[in-house]
């Protein structure tokens, strides 16, 4: 034990350089285009880390895995995580969700990934990376069937393994289509005859695989009368003898094995999780003796002290590479209770609980005390790794953090460098401390005071919000800044300093609460425009506040559900894009009513985007993903398509270049064939390539922004890969 506390450096840091290949972030660089420097804006984590691998051959290597935002590896040198899949681009943005990884502990350079993020009809295939160099580089491997790292079970696993008898054969296990086997490491694929358990449409498939000595068990997640089957010859398959079965025992979650006891420990739960568990178990299996023993450290079905029922799964589990005996467990969707980590030194006899006595630091990531003043020990976890070189370095997954400690008692994120939000609305002020304010899901409205460190308020409060739904600042008062999204204690916050503090709308409408969508509040801040969406798509009528959300009046002539759009200099006039029509509607009495302008524009798509060119008075532009960029100079009266565009998703408006007298443009969508992030600053005649290759983050057509401040710089919005900001270099 240590006798005083360790300082926050010794939590986070490792105890040895690790010998490899850095990925390290370059410049961007294309043919014609400028060179472009882009890091993250930090937040710090934001999303489920769903798998955690330390390296059981090399001192202070390891990776992690998210459900949407791509495959990270710890670099000890630099002492953050380093994104591994940013080559990833618009077409291949299904990919970024990692439903699996595996190493070779007999070739410390080899990293292999199975990627997918939906097992749906309306996803692309899954495919198998591979890389040489711990992830510099990659080979791919496209597969004929759907992975789910978005879906029910994506904490479960590994689904992914290298066999302990033999490095080229590797196994994948699938949600859909059964067990894979590669013995080309992984350049081909072909299904598992004689697999004991089958397939179905709509099941886990194989949720786990694990060696044990030289025999691979593979846990199955459908039900029948066993889940957990095992092959000593790479052949042959049988079910476990002997192995629990009952609703506590349902779905095998996760495994791990100790070489020294020859033990296999297995987490099990009701349901594949993260959500909807309800009950579990954790066993333990002598391989030599085939005897199995339940060594669940607290059962579900009790109750809290105020009464609650104490319901949950068991997710994570960690062996001691060193010591005998010596295991971590992790209760998962215990919400009454809260989650926490069991940690056994005697082979699961007795078990004490890490959540009674963490002492949990969080200065580097405010945003997880939830605004509450405090963070939470845990949830969604079934991540789970102990590193095989320092027994208490232990780190652990959570929905929204990678949390570490190296005593066992002081836990901090261990989560530098790992970016995982997914990002919904972005403003950058013209005036003010922060030069960016942002809206993403799950974790809310974020004031940037800088963008290298995480807010240092956290998420916006009074109220909190999950995810954000509408984001807005007055263009002649950028002190008055407003906001919706899901929240519990109300949808909709107004703000009179920029964004730093927020105080709730004294009222809202009644439809606030199941179906809060975007808002705009015209040029002088006098007026609010809130239009509501329900999350699956249902449309309502649009309201307006003319006294700071005091009272609110319905807008009959609005579209339902369209993104209200401010004029950034006339207070009276606002406008709307009907999707549906492919009509560009109009107020000229501050939101009261709204008239038809232009018509016969592309329609049919929710996602096309009107913005509004600042400090101009009816400078629209209408983006239109694959039918184009439209631009209108008259308030929507008629509109000019932009034939230097092919495609268009998201744009915005940054400080003008030096002599130009218009806003720089910055656009994600294609000139050509390829998608990409563009500037323009000749009010869009011409257009360079401001990414490369290697930064492409998968799908990005949520929202882009410039920085009216400082030339060139702009700010991505990613689903998964959080906020991207470039400048030239």
């Known amino acids: 034990m240590f006798a005083s506390s ?133 080979r791919r491997t496209d597969l004929t069937v759907k992975l789910g790292a978005n879906e029910d079970g994506r904490g479960a696993g590994e689904r992914l393994l290298v066999d302990p008898r033999d490095s080229d054969t590797l196994w994948l296990g699938t949600r859909h289509d059964g067990l894979l086997k590669s013995t080309d490491r992984g350049a081909t694929w072909a299904p598992v005859s004689g697999f004991p358990a089958t397939p179905s449409a709509t099941g886990q498939g194989v949720t786990l695989l694990v060696a044990a000595g030289r025999t691979v068990h593979a846990g199955w997640g459908d039900g029948g009368d066993a889940n957990l089957f095992r092959t000593s010859d790479g052949s042959t398959w049988e079910a476990v003898p002997g192995q629990p079965s009952g609703t506590a025992a349902r779905v095998p979650i996760r495994a791990a094995y100790d070489r020294h006891a020859r033990e296999l420990y297995v987490t099990y739960a009701d349901a594949p999780g993260p959500n909807g568990q309800s009950d579990g178990s954790v066993h333990k299996l002598r391989t030599g003796s085939g005897e199995w023993s339940e060594v669940t450290p607290v059962k579900p079905g009790g109750t809290t002290d105020d009464g609650a029922a104490d319901t949950f799964g068991y997710g994570g589990v960690a062996v001691d590479a060193r010591r005998p005996g010596t295991v971590v467990v992790s209760t ?73 400690t190296r005593d066992l008692r002081h836990w901090a994120p261990w989560i530098r460098g790992l970016e995982e939000a997914s990002v919904t609305q972005l403003i950058s002020p013209p005036a003010g401390r922060a030069h960016l304010i942002s809206g993403s899901r799950d974790i809310g409205v974020m004031y940037h005071e800088r963008l290298t460190a995480s807010p240092a308020h956290g998420m916006a409060t009074n109220p909190v919000s999950g995810s954000a739904t509408g984001l807005a600042q007055a263009p002649g008062r950028p002190a008055y800044v407003v906001r919706t999204g899901w929240g519990e204690n109300g949808n909709g916050a107004y703000s009179h300093d920029g964004g730093r503090t927020w105080a709730p709308f004294a009222s809202q ?46 807008i009959p002539s ?48 929710s996602q096309f985007e009107l913005v509004a060119a600042p400090g101009r008075t009816g400078d629209l532009w209408l983006s239109t993903k694959g039918n184009g960029l439209y631009r209108s100079t008259d308030g929507g009266g008629t509109f000019t398509k932009a034939e230097s565009c092919r495609a268009s998703h998201t744009l915005g408006f940054g400080k003008p270049a030096d002599g130009a007298a218009y806003p720089a443009i910055y656009l994600v969508g294609s000139t050509e064939a390829i998608t990409a992030v563009y500037r323009s600053d000749d009010e869009a005649k011409t257009w360079v390539r401001i990414n490369d290759d290697d930064h492409q983050w998968g799908w990005t057509g949520e929202t882009i922004t410039g920085d009216p401040r400082v030339y060139g710089r702009v700010y991505l919005a990613t689903n998964g890969r959080g906020i991207q900001y470039g400048e030239p270099v």
């Open 558 to 605: 609005f579209p339902k559900g369209a993104t209200p759009v401010a004029d950034p200099a006339d207070p009276t006039l606002l406008y709307a894009y009907d999707t549906d029509t492919g009509t560009l509607l109009a107020s000229t009495d501050s939101g009261r009513s709204f008239t038809a302008r232009a018509t016969g524009l592309p329609a049919g798509d």
């Open 332 to 404: 998962n969707n215990r919400w009454a209770a809260i989650d926490t980590l069991y940690r056994s030194t005697d082979g699961g006899r007795s078990w004490r609980s890490l959540k009674d006595t963490a002492v949990l630091d969080v200065s580097e990531t405010p945003y997880l005390e939830w605004g509450e003043g405090r963070p939470k020990f845990g949830w969604w976890i079934q991540a789970l790794a102990l590193d095989p070189y320092d027994a208490r370095h232990l780190v652990y997954g959570t929905g929204a953090t990678l949390y570490g």
């Open 509 to 554: 409408p009644a439809i606030a609460k199941d179906a809060p969508g975007p808002i705009a509040t015209n040029a002088d801040g006098s007026v609010l425009l809130w239009s509501f969406v329900h999350w699956d798509g249902t449309r309502y009528p649009a309201h307006r506040s003319a006294d700071n959300g005091t009272t609110w009046s319905e």
């Open 6 to 138: 360790l300082s926050r450096r010794a939590v986070l840091a490792g105890a040895a350089a690790v010998a490899g290949l850095p990925l390290l972030a370059g410049q961007a660089q294309a043919a014609g285009s400028s060179a472009y420097r882009w890091r993250n804006v930090v937040i710090g984590g934001t999303g489920f880390i769903t798998g955690v691998l330390f390296h059981p051959s090399v001192r202070g290597l390891a990776y992690a895995r998210t459900d949407i935002g791509g495959a990270y590896r710890w670099d000890d040198r630099s002492e953050r995580w380093i994104p591994l899949l940013d080559h990833l681009g618009w077409d291949d943005w299904n990919l970024l969700g990692v439903e699996a990884m595996a190493v070779d502990p007999a070739h410390p350079d080899r990293l292999y990934l199975a990627c997918g993020t939906y097992a749906q009809s309306w996803a692309g295939n899954g495919a198998v990376l591979r890389s040489d160099d711990r992830g510099a580089t990659w």
